[in-house]
């Protein structure tokens, strides 16, 4: 079984500062992990993923994220907020091992970023 | 490039009847996936295709729910009869393959009165 835990409804930063969104991960084996964004009324727009390699990895927007393998954990991070980043964001994993290729979404947080 | 195409974007209709949503993947995508999303939660998936041939539909309700993906590339997905829980977004999504990032259509938002 594979899930993902986003263990913050809503992530409030103001414009400028560094932001940290959280996701961690269960899998029986090796996760593929991605990030998306939703607007409103808008569909999911892919941000990054990690599949393996490097644990930073770089994507969209200034977008960042971390894999930690030992506290299971795929934190999406960006430098300098921005207004504009206000949306809501979700974490999705995916077990390499699972022959059903299906990605479990988090329910996702909502970031506001105030001027 | 263009990107998925979903429509209608909005879709009212009264339980007990029938409704259909149509997707038009992204040109060479040879998988596609149908998500459910109720407000407040994550996209949970109904149904996914590669090519023509439907890889996994365990999630799907099949005594009222049902998608085709004729010819390996547009896809509907069809309610029969709706109840008052379809309520939703639903989001079609495509990919080059089973192993890539997935790309969303702006959804088809359901409303079941």
């Known amino acids: 079984a594979q899930s993902v835990a986003q263990p913050e409804d809503q992530v409030n930063v103001a414009e400028g500062n560094p932001l940290t969104v959280k996701c961690t991960y269960s899998?029986?084996?090796?996760?593929?992990l991605f990030w998306y964004v939703q607007y409103p009324n808008r569909g999911l727009q892919f941000l990054l993923k990690?599949?393996?390699?490097?644990?930073l990895v770089k994507g969209s927007y200034g977008f960042e994220a971390e894999f930690n393998k030992s506290q299971t954990s795929f934190h999406l991070k960006k430098p300098s907020a921005l207004v504009s980043d206000s949306a809501l964001y979700f974490c999705?994993?995916?077990?390499?091992?699972?022959?059903?290729?299906?990605?479990?979404f988090g329910k996702g947080t909502s970031l506001l970023v105030t001027p | 490039e263009a990107g998925v195409a979903q429509s209608p974007r909005y879709k009212i209709i009264e339980k007990r009847q029938s409704v259909a949503f149509w997707c038009n993947p992204i040109?060479?995508?040879?998988?596609l996936y149908w998500y459910q999303q109720i407000l407040g939660q994550g996209p949970k998936l109904l149904i996914q295709?590669?090519?023509?041939?439907?890889?996994?539909d365990s999630q799907l309700p099949k005594d009222r729910f049902s998608a085709e993906r004729l010819k390996g590339v547009d896809s509907t997905l069809k309610i029969q009869p709706a109840k008052l829980e379809d309520s939703a977004v639903y989001l079609c999504?495509?990919?080059?393959?089973?192993?890539?990032?997935?790309?969303f259509g702006p959804g088809t938002r359901l409303t079941v009165l």
């Open positions: 999504a495509t990919g080059l393959s089973l192993y890539n990032e997935q790309f």
């Open positions: 899998v029986s084996g090796n996760p593929y």
């Open positions: 295709f590669q090519n023509n041939g439907v890889v996994d």
């Open positions: 040109s060479g995508h040879a998988t």
């Open positions: 999705a994993v995916r077990d390499i091992s699972d022959s059903g290729y299906a990605l479990n």
């Open positions: 990690y599949i393996t390699g490097d644990n």
